[in-house]
């Protein structure tokens, strides 16, 4: 019975010691995030006609000949190949308030049609603009740049997080005294972002607001973020 007890006892011993490196490793985790910037190089540009009459197909008529004279100045610009979109058109009753009566008044039908494409000329953005709000758009968005090098500056993006992440684990090991063993796990984090709304102007601001020679496009920031995880002794 003592032999037996003594082996056991070895046994718990020998178990203690292999356990010991396991419970020295020390876990690491740390964020990364690159950045990286470029000059865009297209432009999605939106523009409206919308417009009253009493009568729904003369609505219609009218705001497809303001639509007309739209296509017919962007011609005389370089587009991205399929990207013209005009077939969005809306069709509401109007009314409004008569205190007098105190009732609703019909004021007839409004008609709204909208056109986007992607011009390919960034420098000729301002021009369009103010050509469209001569050839009768009431309401103009805001240009939505982009570049055609978004795919690959996303990718560079990521590569800087990553190394940003892996320099941020080494300095974490190095200045706790530890030795980086290995990363065990890198996962990209998908932040939440607001993606601003197209921020609509009158046409008969545009002429004077965003003429050819002011408008200046600024650079696109793309920003990828990491997270990692290592273990060091």
């Known amino acids: 019975m003592k032999k037996l007890r003594i082996f056991i006892s070895s046994q718990l011993v020998l178990g203690l010691l292999i356990c010991v ?88 039908f409004r008609v709204t049609r909208t056109i986007s494409f992607t011009i390919a000329e960034i420098d000729r953005v301002g021009a369009a603009l103010s050509a469209l709000a001569s050839a009768g758009a009431t309401l103009i968005s805001s240009p939505v740049m982009g570049s055609s090098d978004a795919p690959d500056a996303r990718d560079e993006a990521l590569s800087k997080a990553v190394e940003d992440a892996s320099k941020k684990l080494t300095l974490l090991a190095r200045a706790a005294g530890l030795s980086l063993s290995s990363i065990t796990q890198i996962s990209e984090i998908a932040p939440y972002s607001l993606r601003p709304q197209p921020t609509l102007m009158r046409a008969e601001m545009t002429l004077d607001s965003a003429p050819s020679n002011t408008f200046v496009a600024g650079n696109l920031t793309f920003v990828a973020e990491v997270r990692a995880q290592a273990e060091a002794e």
């Open 21 to 108: 490196p396991s419970l020295a490793t020390t876990q690491l985790d740390v964020t990364g995030k690159g950045m990286v910037s470029v000059a865009p190089d297209e432009a999605i540009i939106t523009a409206q006609v919308s417009l009253v009459d009493r009568d729904a197909g003369k609505a219609q008529a009218r705001a497809s000949k303001e639509v007309d004279a739209m296509l017919s100045v962007i011609k005389s610009f370089s587009l991205k190949s399929d990207s013209l979109n005009a077939s969005e058109l809306s069709l509401l009753p109007e009314y409004r308030w008569d205190r007098a009566t105190d009732q609703q008044q019909f004021m007839g």
